[in-house]
């Protein structure tokens, strides 16, 4: 095995642009212990670890910098609203959106689905209508939609996976109609990895008139995200899945369509005017903007992404490739082992089940071994459904872990395979 | 022996291996399924009840090694003992189980059931132990219900 792993780590030296070794070293998290062991973090689909720069971002917002932001006169305001107002500079230019003010701050990627889902969806949804999601959503891109449709009398259509994890094309055609009129997708499954062709289902979509809602979760860690070449309507994401803090996500939308929609919540910053008889809505993006927004969140994030854009996605993405192939292969040893979620393009990360060893199992003992991964349905149920387990266990790798990683949670694997013989 | 050998004792990885009262029981005279969302955990009690007295038990599901192995391991305490003995077995055992690690424990008192004390080091993992006693008590009191964790 020793041999594989140097051929890769060949490889991977050859890339001048990444030492990983040094990556490691901005994140202060990773030299900590856990059970007496060296901390191996395999849940980075669950939330991602941060590095030094981000963390010296918010502790030096809250050392010299905070205020509240748009409207105050004073320095410390102006100075907190330039930086916030600069954070959102950054993540359009990151996504490549072509307005500042298409990009909205929410608490994450669950309040922008929710976001669309209620202020375009009840405008625009109505009874006949459909909605069309996938068999692969996480809960937070199912449930808004439910409730918008039942709201609304709309239908909601779910394209089917197959047994690779990936869409059923075919399928997808069929069920694509006049009637569609909103397609929600996620772009990188959380629970089986898979990465959707979503250039292909945008621009099917848009032949029939509907608008579409990519969630990138999973994907704007990963891969280079241009919104005006993907031509999405919406693109949603979380700032802690790509190293910033939590409670901090975006919410792209097309400006005439961000124009065109109510505001989701009411409140302080997303007016012009108040008076008892008549409110004036302000304008993009605060007029989506109710209340004090998470400042350091935003400006946390900014950091995270001048992080990455520093290494390099598309550098990130190769690196992370080639840990998900050496992980594959090194678990395919096991014949216990089944991976859920088979696709030819996948993400970074192997959900898999083990014969008569339960994942909440597994776990617990890869706990013990200091080895954190994620166990159960990943708020995908109808993936579990569809694959026939109650749970799976999910080893999602980031940019910071390394080969030698791999090797001690396969053995950690044997080991505890071994004792429930 | 650390906390994960007494979680994860031979006991409890044999009744997992090998769990007993394994099935359905025909005579049933109550039965309750139950079931926890967040793990896919599924479990089905069959109980025959004579005067108050259980006199035979089975079970059937899908769970991790504490959840089977706990009940498997309940249903060989349960047979000739009355409904409340039952009763007041469990809440011994569920105040053990949500106890402080450090707390004193008198293993006395459960008996076999004491294999489970290590798992009060693990809170999350105090619902796999639990699950199929909860299950329990809700088809003694109702005969034929649905049990789900929250």
Same mark, same amino acid.
């Given at each position: 095995?020793?041999?594989?792993?140097?051929?890769?780590?060949?490889?991977?030296?050859?890339?001048?642009?990444?030492?990983?070794?040094?990556?490691?070293?901005?994140?202060?998290?990773?030299?900590?212990?856990?059970?007496?062991?060296?901390?191996?973090?395999?849940?980075?689909?669950?939330?991602?670890?941060?590095?030094?720069?981000?963390?010296?971002?918010?502790?030096?917002?809250?050392?010299?910098?905070?205020?509240?932001?748009?409207?105050?006169?004073?320095?410390?305001?102006?100075? $907190?609203?330039?930086?916030?107002?600069?954070?959102?500079? %950054?993540?359009?230019?990151?996504?490549? $959106?072509?307005?500042?003010?298409?990009?909205?701050?929410?608490?994450?990627?669950?309040?922008?689905?929710?976001?669309?889902?209620?202020?375009?969806?009840?405008?625009?949804?109505?009874?006949?209508?459909?909605? @069309?999601?996938?068999?692969?959503?996480?809960?937070?891109?199912?449930?808004?939609?439910?409730?918008?449709?039942?709201?609304?009398? $709309?239908?909601?259509?779910?394209?089917?996976?197959?047994?690779?994890?990936? @869409?059923?094309?075919?399928?997808?055609?069929?069920?694509?109609?006049?009637?569609?009129?909103?397609?929600?997708?996620?772009?990188?499954?959380?629970?089986?990895?898979?990465?959707?062709?979503?250039?292909?289902?945008?621009?099917? $979509?848009?032949?029939?008139?509907?608008?579409?809602?990519?969630?990138?979760?999973?994907?704007?860690?990963? @891969?280079?995200?241009?919104?005006?070449?993907?031509?999405?309507?919406?693109?949603?994401?979380?700032?802690?899945? %790509?190293?910033?803090?939590?409670?901090?996500?975006?919410?792209?939308?097309?400006?005439?369509?961000?124009?065109?929609?109510?505001?989701?919540?009411?409140?302080?910053?997303?007016?012009?005017?108040?008076?008892?008889?008549?409110?004036?809505?302000?304008?993009?993006?605060?007029?989506?903007? *109710?209340?004090?927004?998470?400042?350091?969140?935003?400006?946390?994030?900014?950091?995270?992404?001048?992080?990455?854009?520093?290494?390099?996605?598309?550098?990130?993405?190769?690196?992370?490739?080639? @840990?998900?192939?050496?992980?594959?292969?090194?678990?395919?040893?096991?014949?216990?082992?089944?991976?859920?979620?088979?696709?030819?393009?996948?993400?970074?990360?192997?959900?898999?089940?083990?014969?008569?060893?339960?994942?909440?199992?597994?776990?617990?003992?890869?706990?013990?071994?200091?080895?954190?991964?994620?166990?159960?349905?990943?708020?995908?149920?109808?993936?579990?459904?569809?694959?026939?387990?109650?749970?799976?266990?999910?080893?999602?790798? *980031?940019?910071?872990?390394?080969?030698?990683?791999?090797?001690?949670?396969?053995?950690?694997?044997?080991?505890?395979?071994?004792?429930?013989? | 022996?650390?906390?994960?050998?007494?979680?994860?004792?031979?006991?409890?990885?044999?009744?997992?291996?090998?769990?007993?009262?394994?099935?359905?029981?025909?005579? /049933?005279?109550?039965?309750?399924?139950?079931?926890?969302?967040?793990?896919?955990?599924?479990?089905?009690?069959?109980?025959?009840?004579?005067?108050?007295?259980?006199?035979?038990?089975?079970?059937?599901?899908?769970?991790?090694?504490?959840?089977?192995?706990? /009940?498997?391991?309940?249903?060989?305490?349960?047979?000739?003992?009355?409904?409340?003995?039952?009763?007041?077995?469990?809440?011994?055992?569920?105040?053990?189980?949500?106890?402080?690690?450090?707390?004193?424990?008198?293993?006395?008192?459960?008996?076999?059931?004491?294999?489970?004390?290590?798992?009060?080091?693990?809170?999350?993992?105090?619902?796999? /132990?639990?699950?199929?006693?909860?299950?329990?008590?809700?088809?003694?009191?109702?005969?034929?219900?649905?049990?789900?964790?929250?």
């Amino acid at each position: 095995m020793e041999t594989k792993t140097e051929s890769l780590k060949f490889d991977i030296k050859k890339k001048k642009d990444f030492d990983v070794q040094s990556i490691r070293k901005d994140f202060p998290i990773l030299e900590r212990l856990v059970r007496d062991k060296p901390l191996i973090y395999f849940d980075n689909a669950a939330t991602t670890q941060k590095p030094r720069q981000v963390i010296d971002t918010i502790y030096n917002y809250y050392l010299y910098l905070n205020s509240n932001i748009h409207r105050g006169v004073h320095y410390l305001s102006q100075a $907190a609203t330039t930086e916030f107002e600069c954070s959102r500079n %950054i993540v359009k230019s990151f996504i490549n $959106a072509k307005f500042d003010e298409e990009i909205i701050f929410t608490r994450g990627a669950t309040e922008a689905i929710n976001l669309v889902a209620f202020s375009y969806g009840e405008t625009y949804l109505s009874e006949g209508d459909e909605v @069309l999601i996938s068999h692969m959503e996480h809960h937070s891109n199912i449930v808004p939609w439910q409730i918008v449709c039942s709201k609304t009398g $709309a239908k909601l259509k779910v394209i089917p996976i197959d047994d690779n994890g990936e @869409l059923i094309l075919d399928e997808f055609e069929k069920l694509l109609t006049p009637k569609t009129k909103i397609v929600s997708i996620v772009h990188i499954s959380n629970s089986l990895g898979t990465i959707n062709p979503i250039e292909h289902i945008i621009e099917r $979509a848009h032949n029939v008139g509907a608008v579409v809602l990519i969630d990138g979760s999973q994907s704007i860690q990963h @891969l280079p995200i241009d919104v005006q070449s993907l031509n999405c309507d919406f693109f949603v994401f979380s700032g802690h899945k %790509i190293y910033g803090p939590t409670g901090i996500g975006v919410l792209y939308g097309k400006k005439d369509l961000l124009e065109s929609m109510p505001p989701y919540q009411g409140g302080g910053d997303m007016i012009l005017s108040v008076s008892f008889e008549k409110t004036i809505y302000n304008i993009l993006p605060h007029k989506f903007e *109710a209340g004090t927004p998470h400042i350091e969140g935003a400006i946390g994030l900014a950091s995270a992404i001048r992080y990455v854009q520093n290494i390099g996605l598309d550098v990130i993405f190769d690196y992370e490739t080639q @840990l998900l192939q050496y992980a594959t292969e090194r678990i395919q040893e096991i014949s216990e082992v089944r991976i859920i979620g088979t696709a030819k393009n996948k993400a970074s990360l192997i959900s898999f089940i083990i014969d008569n060893v339960h994942p909440h199992d597994v776990g617990t003992l890869l706990d013990r071994d200091g080895i954190a991964i994620r166990t159960g349905h990943h708020c995908t149920e109808p993936v579990m459904r569809r694959f026939g387990v109650p749970a799976t266990s999910r080893a999602s790798f *980031a940019f910071y872990n390394t080969f030698e990683e791999i090797d001690v949670f396969v053995s950690s694997l044997k080991k505890i395979i071994n004792k429930f013989k | 022996m650390d906390e994960f050998d007494s979680l994860y004792q031979e006991v409890i990885l044999d009744h997992n291996k090998n769990p007993r009262n394994f099935g359905e029981l025909e005579s /049933a005279t109550h039965k309750a399924v139950g079931h926890n969302p967040l793990c896919g955990d599924y479990i089905e009690i069959f109980l025959k009840v004579n005067n108050n007295v259980v006199e035979d038990v089975k079970f059937k599901g899908v769970g991790c090694a504490i959840s089977k192995a706990s /009940a498997s391991i309940m249903t060989t305490v349960l047979k000739s003992k009355t409904v409340n003995e039952i009763k007041e077995l469990f809440e011994r055992y569920h105040k053990i189980l949500t106890s402080k690690p450090d707390d004193p424990v008198d293993t006395n008192e459960l008996g076999k059931l004491s294999v489970f004390v290590g798992v009060r080091e693990f809170p999350v993992r105090v619902k796999c /132990a639990t699950l199929a006693w909860h299950t329990l008590m809700e088809a003694l009191e109702k005969k034929d219900s649905l049990y789900t964790m929250e």
